[in-house]
């Protein structure tokens, strides 16, 4: 069996790896992608730990988790696509219309 | 735990406890109905009236179970219902009575703000659906409905949000609230994983239990996992590390939904964060090394610092509400940074809950105030508001009424409040955060009171064009105007409530 510290290790490489893409990427699409897989170092954790503990907890929270990252891309869709009506373009750096 | 209701109530079945969310959801679904039936455009008076019943059904049924004590301790006790999943409890009930309260008034207001605009349904069932997503925060007892309940929330609030989608500001606002309630949520489940692997639960009393007998060695995972759990909560209370999205999605959101996001979501956002770390995490159970206490209470110092001088440099009015509802969520925090592991803590969560009440009405009318003079089309800085009471004196009096009661002036709501959150602070032994939280406030009056010199004192630039009175607007705005001066005589029953059902938390 592999030990569990190899699958939070797993999971956070990926989890950095999708946060990283937030900070660095300017097309939004490109952003919810980089959610997506910090949505699903989430799920790694989950799914192992419930193997490790003996309990369908954690997998059934996965599915949970999984449903609510569609959903919330099918909403980030639909503003994406008025950004782009309005600023004729996805790059998240042109909407700066307020300013502090 | 699992406890019946009352001989008097023995009949009724248990799931009857979640009524108030129950009937927020069906409301939602009938105006999505009466949009698909409806042959063209649904009227737009059947259907605010629809969301504004519904909404003050959910309100009266909360309010009759938090009288006849539900959920307390004199009826048995907390309700907890599918697995201990969810629980009813005078908490819950608290929480929800202010969701219900402010999304009556939202949906009030809304009717004259929507006059001409599309997909006028699907908001009013928008606002329904994220006010259910609230209403479960509260009751929310174990991580998984945490999550579900705070996306449902989340979800319908993007999308309000960028509801102008032809104003570029509208949809700059909702792009912003997306990405950075994105990432949070994600910081937020990664966190419930990390406590998951440590603990191997996620019902809120099993994972305090099971990192209470050290089952697990893993105190940096835990640790990491509260931080997360942190910032999630920081986002939906627009608190600093994740308040960025605040200002602009209040800005450019349509001034109703400001006003809900401000105060409905920041409250059901505090509901879950009381809950989760009094019961998830309690202080003494906790592994050493984990202090959530400290952690909280650096945010609140910045919180209010960062919100209140912010506002001080603002000149768009509704901006400056923006960093003012910051600097609130900051005084807010006291009641979680303020804990002990043994001191009074009923006293000071308390007192942060009415504060929260108090801040329901005098933040939604400030909001709807701003609606108003939107819909007037006078325009969004202190100078455009410039000899307003001339104009709209009856409006102009109920804003001076929610800008001192923010400021915390003695004779409305927001003094006892604040007053009740500073002293309670203090008797649990932390004068600082009071200091720091009055020499905020002392600050605050700077900003607010000159919207109120702005209205009252300064000469019109030009002429105003109101042509109109618009009834809905103008009775959501007097309604929390009326809120915010009976709760000074109310404040104590009010306070009371409060502390006793905070207290039946620990």
């Not at chain 2, 605040?246 to 105060?263: M, N, R, V």
Request: charged share 10%; net charge negative.
């Amino acid at each position: 069996m592999v030990p569990p510290e190899y699958y939070l290790l797993l999971s956070a490489a990926v989890f950095c790896i999708g946060l990283f893409g937030i900070l660095t990427r300017r097309n939004a699409l490109l952003i919810l992608m980089s959610v997506e897989l910090m949505m699903n170092a989430a799920n790694i954790n989950l799914v192992a730990f419930s193997y490790v503990w003996g309990n369908v907890t954690g997998q059934t929270f996965g599915l949970f988790v999984m449903a609510l990252a569609a959903a919330e891309v099918a909403i980030g869709i639909g503003i994406v696509l008025v950004l782009y009506r309005n600023f004729d373009g996805v790059d998240v750096t042109e909407a700066t219309t307020m300013r502090w | 735990m699992s406890v019946l209701l009352q001989t008097a109530e023995a009949t009724t079945p248990m799931w009857s406890a979640l009524a108030p969310a129950i009937v927020l959801a069906l409301t939602g679904l009938v105006l999505l109905g009466i949009d698909t039936v409806w042959s063209d455009d649904p009227n737009n008076t059947v259907l605010a009236g629809t969301a504004a019943g519904g909404s003050l059904l959910a309100f009266g049924i909360t309010a009759w179970f938090l009288v006849a004590g539900t959920g307390q301790p004199q009826t048995g006790g907390a309700i907890s219902l599918y697995g201990e999943s969810l629980v009813v409890d005078g908490m819950s009930l608290f929480f929800t009575l202010i969701t219900t309260i402010v999304t009556a008034m939202v949906a009030v207001a809304a009717y004259d703000y929507l006059d001409g605009h599309e997909h006028r349904a699907e908001f009013y069932s928008m606002v329904l659906f994220a006010a259910t997503g609230m209403a479960t925060m509260a009751t929310a007892n174990s991580l998984a409905t945490a999550f579900v309940s705070l996306e449902l929330a989340s979800l319908p609030s993007y999308a309000l949000v960028a509801y102008l989608r032809k104003n570029r500001g509208s949809v700059e606002a909702g792009l912003k609230y997306l990405l950075i309630g994105s990432v949070s949520s994600a910081v937020f489940v990664f966190g419930i994983s990390l406590i998951y692997a440590a603990s191997g639960s996620l019902i809120f009393a099993d994972v305090a239990s099971a990192l209470g007998s050290g089952v697990s060695e893993m105190t940096g995972v835990v640790g990491l996992g509260v931080l997360m759990i942190v910032g999630g909560m920081a986002f939906k209370t627009a608190s600093v590390p994740f308040h960025f999205w605040a200002p602009e999605a209040y800005e450019g959101a349509p001034a109703p939904i400001s006003a809900f996001l401000s105060s409905a979501s920041k409250a059901a956002g505090f509901a879950l964060a009381f809950r989760v770390f009094v019961e998830a995490f309690p202080l003494g159970a906790i592994p050493a090394g984990v202090d959530w206490v400290l952690a909280f209470q650096v945010l609140a110092v910045v919180t209010m610092t960062l919100g209140n001088f912010a506002a001080a440099t603002q000149e768009n009015v509704k901006r400056m509400l923006a960093y003012s509802s910051i600097g609130h969520a900051g005084y807010a925090l006291i009641g979680l940074a303020a804990l002990t592991a043994g001191g009074p803590n009923g006293d000071v969560l308390g007192a942060s809950m009415a504060h929260l009440l108090v801040y329901g009405f005098m933040n939604t009318g400030a909001f709807l105030f701003i609606a108003l003079v939107e819909h007037w089309g006078v325009g969004r800085t202190f100078e455009d508001y410039n000899g307003l009471a001339s104009a709209a004196p009856v409006a102009a009096v109920a804003m001076t009424v929610f800008m001192f009661s923010l400021a915390g002036l003695p004779p409305f709501g927001g003094f006892l409040s604040k007053y009740a959150l500073f002293y309670s602070a203090i008797e649990s032994g932390f004068w600082w955060l009071a200091a720091v939280g009055a020499v905020n406030s002392a600050l605050s009056l700077f900003y607010y009171s000159r919207v109120v010199k702005a209205m009252w004192i300064e000469e019109p630039s030009g002429t105003f064009e109101i042509q109109s009175r618009p009834v809905g607007l103008y009775a959501a705005v007097l309604f929390a105007g009326l809120g915010t001066l009976l709760l000074l005589p109310a404040f104590g029953p009010v306070i009371e409530t409060a502390q006793t059902v905070a207290a039946a938390l620990f």
